[in-house]
């Protein structure tokens, strides 16, 4: 159950995609767009209320997101194969319970491998290299190994490195906690809640067996 409830969202979305043997071009947009009372659930409402750093809790939040990728394979012979991959990205926020709007811009490049030594054995690996406006470079392994004893069944092991960078609110966040008690017990000042820039990228160790 979400902690917060909101107004309903409306997603604008558009998407294109070229495709070509050994290649992929790829680029989308979408645009959010949220408006409603930030409220508490139910049983918190009483006493909890969120408001933006001017005492108004109605959010008015408005994303945009434009994405751009390709990718270029290249088999060498018949038991490896290359691809190499970039991917850019712009978001942009225009929120009132932020301290102002934000731009994000983000580039990554991917290098996967895959070589195959037996018809039943098969070796996925690669990183990715991220440059963000938050975490600045980062670089994200992955390997896979995949096993097929006979046709149609497959047993695959995995482990990838993941980070997710901090998100616009969680950086730029500035609006005001509330709390309301019932008396005669006596409430608290309104707490300011802010984002921070300090914040690190999340890291992802994934194991997956399939």
């Known amino acids: 159950?979400?902690?917060?409830?909101?107004?309903?969202?409306?997603l604008d979305y558009a998407h294109v995609v070229y495709e070509r043997p050994n290649f992929l071009l790829r680029a989308f947009w979408n645009g959010l767009d949220i408006s409603g009372p930030v409220t508490a659930n139910a049983p918190l409402s009483p006493f909890l209320h969120i408001t933006n750093r001017n005492g108004i809790?109605?959010?008015?939040?408005?994303?945009?997101?434009?994405?751009?990728?390709?990718?270029?394979?290249?088999?060498?012979?018949?038991t490896t194969r290359f691809a190499v991959g970039i991917?850019?990205?712009h978001n942009t926020a225009s929120h009132n319970f932020q301290d102002r709007y934000h731009t994000d811009r983000s580039t990554r490049a991917v290098r996967p491998r895959e070589w195959k030594p037996t018809a039943s054995i098969q070796v996925v690996g690669g990183?990715?290299?991220?440059?963000?406006?938050f975490i600045n470079s980062i670089i994200s392994p992955r390997g896979s190994l995949?096993?097929?004893?006979?046709?149609?069944?497959?047993?695959?092991?995995?482990?990838?490195?993941?980070?997710?960078?901090?998100?616009?609110f969680e950086t730029y966040g500035d609006n005001l906690a509330i709390i309301?008690?019932?008396?005669?017990?006596?409430s608290t000042p309104p707490i300011t809640v802010n984002g921070t820039g300090a914040l690190k990228p999340e890291q992802i160790i994934a194991h997956e067996l399939e």
Do not use: C
């Open 180 to 186: 309301a008690l019932p008396p005669p017990i006596p």
């Open 57 to 78: 809790s109605d959010v008015r939040l408005r994303t945009h997101t434009y994405n751009i990728e390709t990718q270029r394979t290249k088999e060498l012979g018949t």
């Open 87 to 89: 991917n850019y990205r």
């Open 127 to 133: 990183a990715r290299y991220e440059l963000n406006t």
């Open 146 to 168: 995949v096993f097929t004893p006979v046709p149609n069944h497959t047993f695959q092991g995995t482990v990838a490195v993941g980070h997710r960078p901090p998100a616009f």
């Open 1 to 10: 159950m979400p902690l917060w409830n909101t107004g309903i969202p409306a």
